[in-house]
């Protein structure tokens, strides 16, 4: 099993440029979830979908959408990248709300 | 301020010594607890997760919960190299069906690192 998955590992984009990053997961999961990580700020969730049909915002959503293509995949759009959108994007998938698995991540530059 | 407030380190000790870690909380709706591990450049790791109060022993780690003073704690007894990596802890109280359901609050992290 693959776990969770991630792609890209690693892009940059211009200020304004968009992007979707992509993840996927085979463990067979419902609930599926995707967090940015900053230096001091820990994990925080931007959006997540309980179940497949569904997604709803955490806590930082601005400037970001999502699409649950399907039970197993997962998607992060930036529409129109800003500099404040630098970060380590992870997404996470689980059963239970308190074991949540993670992919490998996803380094965002935004010049 | 914060959720959860955890101190970001560096935590530096010898291999072999207890490595000791810890977390408060304002929220006391949590009843879930959680400890994930990050090695550099990777994703979080779930390492153990507590229900409400009490103890929790797997191997090396124990997980202490005590929630009439907000405090969790993570104890890694006879550290080792390997064991040097950022430490997050993580909780929360949703139940299924609910808006808090999987809505994790995370600490910033502690970076630990056990020498030789």
């Known amino acids: 099993n693959a776990g969770v998955t991630q792609t890209p590992k690693f892009q940059v984009l211009k200020t304004g440029q968009s992007m979707t990053l992509q993840c996927a997961q085979d463990m067979n999961h419902n609930s599926m979830y995707w967090y940015r990580q900053d230096p001091g700020m820990g994990l925080r969730l931007i959006y997540y979908s309980a179940s497949e049909g569904t997604t709803d915002k955490g806590e930082v959503p601005n400037g970001y959408n999502v699409s649950r293509l399907n039970k197993r995949e997962f998607s992060l759009r930036l529409e129109s990248a800003a500099p404040s959108q630098t970060s380590v994007y992870f997404c996470?998938?689980?059963?239970?709300?308190?074991?949540?698995?993670f992919g490998p991540g996803t380094r965002l530059l935004v010049l | 301020q914060k959720e959860v407030e955890q101190d970001p380190g560096p935590l530096s000790v010898p291999e072999g010594a207890i490595v000791s870690l810890n977390c408060t909380y304002s929220?006391?709706?949590?009843?879930?607890f959680m400890w994930y591990r990050q090695y550099s450049r990777k994703g979080p790791e779930l390492l153990m997760y507590t229900y409400s109060s009490g103890n929790k022993e797997d191997g090396r780690f124990t997980a202490q919960v005590d929630k009439s003073s907000k405090y969790i704690s993570l104890f890694i007894r006879d550290s080792q190299p390997s064991d040097s990596a950022t430490y997050l802890c993580?909780?929360?109280?949703?139940?299924?069906?609910?808006?808090?359901?999987?809505?994790?609050?995370f600490g910033a992290g502690t970076q630990v690192v056990v020498t030789p």
């Open positions: 993580a909780m929360y109280g949703g139940l299924p069906r609910t808006d808090s359901w999987g809505k994790l609050q």
């Open positions: 929220n006391s709706a949590f009843q879930y």
């Open positions: 996470a998938s689980g059963d239970r709300g308190e074991t949540q698995y």
